[in-house]
């Protein structure tokens, strides 16, 4: 993970596995992991099953799961 801003993480060319209207499902390091699209940067790219881009989301999510 880097740094994008002070609130938000970024990771690249990660794809999307699945998606809900509340969530993405992307898969990083291996493993599997939802992130609610509320935790979302304006800038992701990954929002739909079968995207592979930038994944921006805010630091506190990925402290919750345990990426940073």
Known sequence: ????DR??????DVACVADTVAAVLVE???EDVWIP????H???EVNAKGDTGKLV????????KGLV
């Not at 609130?7 to 690249?12: K, M, W, Y």
């Not at 699209?37 to 979302?40: G, K, M, T, V």
């Not at 989301?57 to 919750?64: G, H, L, N, S, Y």
């Open 42 to 44: 304006d800038d992701n």
């Open 1 to 4: 993970m880097d740094d994008y």
């Open 37 to 40: 699209r509320s935790q979302l």
């Open 57 to 64: 989301m805010t630091r506190w999510i990925a402290e919750q």
């Open 28 to 30: 990083l390091d291996g």
């Open 7 to 12: 609130r938000h993480v970024c990771e690249d």
